[in-house]
T-cell receptor
Framework: DQQVKQNSPSLSVQEGRISILNCDYT??????FLWYKKYPAEGPTFLIS?????DKNEDGRFTVFLNKSAKHLSLHIVPSQPGDSAVYFC???????????????FGKGTKLSVKP | KAGVTQTPRYLIKTRGQQVTLSCSPI?????VSWYQQTPGQGLQFLFE???????NKGNFPGRFSGRQFSNSRSEMNVSTLELGDSALYLC??????????FGPGTRLTVT
């Protein structure tokens, strides 16, 4: 049973336009969400995160929105650039009262292609 | 700061053998987590170590084990390799626990 779902395996966007990547989750206990970007043959690169007490976090061209009632988050990239072409993973963390936050639960990823 | 490093980058083993993978975290990070990435299952959490203690463990068989040393470097071991263990093994380190920084991974092929 997937707790974190990225229902679009791929997305194609024109350079300069907005890219919107979506992620749904089922576990209401998740308290922290992250987006990672991954190029082939490399490890995931951390992009941006958001705590469950917030509904928006911005970092340059990247903005993450969290809708807790809908158990939905999205990553907006504006403007999109060809170098943004990669696989994007959504991840979530559940509080562990033993002190560990080291277990991230990942979605299956969305492959973004930004066309020049 | 140097990033997370993993050695070796590529490995080919045969069924029944065992393998040890190594991970050096970012300086100052005490938490190290390991993940397995396969095309079918995506990224799955194996275990997390903090200050030489395993803090959390995923749903993998006991053939998968790990340890962490006093300098925060970590190793993971897979015994009695099976074909299905072929995967990219990723190590991630963290200072706070939430934001994890990944290494390039070790590509393990079991034949």
């Amino acid at each position: 049973d997937q707790q974190v779902k990225q229902n679009s395996p791929s997305l194609s966007v024109q350079e300069g336009r907005i890219s919107i990547l979506n992620c749904d989750y089922t576990n209401s206990m998740f308290d922290y969400f992250l987006w990672y970007k991954k190029y082939p043959a490399e490890g995931p690169t951390f992009l941006i995160s958001i705590s469950s007490i917030k509904d928006k976090n911005e970092d340059g061209r990247f903005t993450v929105f969290l809708n807790k009632s809908a158990k939905h988050l999205s990553l907006h990239i504006v403007p999109s650039q060809p170098g943004d072409s990669a696989v994007y993973f959504c991840a979530a963390s559940e509080p562990n009262y033993g002190g560990s936050q080291g277990n991230l639960i990942f979605g299956k990823g969305t492959k973004l292609s930004v066309k020049p | 700061k140097a990033g997370v490093t993993q050695t070796p980058r590529y490995l080919i083993k045969t069924r029944g053998q065992q393998v040890t993978l190594s991970c050096s975290p970012i300086s100052g990070h005490r938490s190290v987590s390991w993940y397995q990435q396969t095309p079918g299952q995506g990224l799955q959490f194996l275990f997390e170590y903090f200050s030489e203690t395993q803090r959390n463990k995923g749903n993998f068989p006991g053939r998968f084990s790990g340890r962490q040393f006093s300098n925060s470097r970590s190793e993971m071991n897979v015994s009695t390799l099976e074909l299905g263990d072929s995967a990219l093994y990723l190590c991630a380190s963290s200072y706070s626990g939430y934001e994890q920084y990944f290494g390039p991974g070790t590509r393990l092929t079991v034949t």
